[in-house]
């Protein structure tokens, strides 16, 4: 039986990979319309996620190491190095993910920044909604 079950878990896992790729590259995918550039597939849409967010996490890797060091050597708590790297962290990924998104797509420069900041939009909005509803939510629970 527990075979049987363990089979079963698997292939539900197998069956959700292409659910889980739709669901991560759909932000991307919808910003590719809202910008005017063609539709990818699912899979070159989480081809060139990956790409990108592979490039982005060894980059901020490295940013990360020099403002720590930067910061030791300055004398300056860990935890404002912390605030630097995310702050330096939003234009690399920007430059990053443009620069990628738009050699990729075969598209100009400027084009992949309105995608990076179409896709940051969309997941603001999201965010917003999704803290609204909690709010109302608190709210109401609040004053039952």
């Known amino acids: 039986?527990?075979?049987?079950?363990?089979?079963?878990?698997?292939?539900?896992?197998?069956?959700?990979?292409?659910?889980?790729?739709?669901?991560?590259?759909?932000?991307?995918?919808?910003?590719?319309?809202?910008?005017?550039?063609?539709?990818?597939?699912?899979?070159?849409?989480?081809?060139?996620?990956?790409?990108?967010w592979l490039s982005l996490v060894m980059a901020v890797a490295v940013l990360e190491a020099v403002v720590h060091e930067a910061c030791a050597w300055g004398g300056l708590p860990q935890w404002e190095a912390r605030i630097i790297v995310y702050l330096l962290a939003l234009p690399l990924d920007l430059l990053i993910s443009a620069g990628i998104e738009s050699g990729l797509m075969g598209a100009r420069f400027g084009k992949g920044v309105e995608l990076w900041y179409t896709q940051r939009l969309i997941l603001l909005s999201i965010l917003a909604v999704v803290g609204l509803v909690v709010g109302i939510v608190l709210l109401i629970r609040q004053f039952a």
Request: glycine content about 4%; hydrophobic content about 65%; proline content about 6%.
């Open 1 to 52: 039986m527990n075979a049987v079950a363990f089979l079963c878990c698997c292939a539900v896992v197998l069956l959700m990979v292409p659910v889980a790729l739709f669901l991560l590259t759909f932000i991307y995918r919808w910003s590719c319309v809202l910008c005017g550039l063609p539709k990818p597939t699912v899979l070159v849409a989480s081809g060139i996620m990956f790409v990108a």
